[in-house]
């Protein structure tokens, strides 16, 4: 696991975008795994100036959610769903049909699980994936405590992760309680991992990360045993370090 320390939360944007680009102008078809939460939000933004400035086309595209709400439809103005549609999606040239992100609101949320990580098996993992951290460690929405072995799974959500995302909804209380994610296993799968970390909240969770050894308390700390993981941190996030 490398660590690249950048000055601020720009910085640690463009630093990501750069990447994506990168991946997606060397290659003829490419893998994405996405993930949601503020911390990408300057990076997406990014890329569609980018698409506007360059017009980096993105027919060959094809990305793959880490996680999404239970229990709320995609048109809800909390889902995944939406906020990958509104930050970006809807600004770029990918086809809908690329497009996947688990469904929240199905009569079995097990079997869509199970679905949509035979979608990530058949293509061997994404080639290239994007993580967050919740500030407690959590990588998608394996939460403390959550077996390594996991594939994409069904998870009750903790009471602080509840907290630390209710500021996206009017009352704390409507924050779903499940969600479904992508487990460790499936972000492990992936062929090349970039971690994005910033402000003073995250660097509790950063300075577990590189001290704890592949601890579930510290599901981050999973990615120790991946070869190929950079750790974005900015100057807040990395100050533990
Ligand atoms: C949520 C998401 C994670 C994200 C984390 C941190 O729980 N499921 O994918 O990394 O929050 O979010 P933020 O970037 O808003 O701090």
Known sequence: MRLVKVKGYEEMSAFAAGRILEKIKGSQEVTLGLATGGTPVRMYELLVQDYKRNQTSYRHVFTYNLDEYAGIPSDHPNSYYQFMFQHFFNHVNIPKENIHIPQGLTTDLHQEAKRYEKLIDKISGVDLQILGIGENGHIGFNEPG????KET????????????????FDHEDEVPTHAITMGIATILKSKEILLLASGDKKAEAIYQMFSKDHDVECPASALKTHPNVLVIADEKAAARL
């Not at 959550?146 to 072995?149: D, E, G, M, R, V």
């Not at 799974?153 to 996206?168: C, D, G, K, P």
């Open 146 to 149: 959550t077996p390594f072995t």
């Open 153 to 168: 799974h069904v998870i009750e959500l903790t009471e602080s992760t509840r907290q630390a995302n209710a500021r996206y």
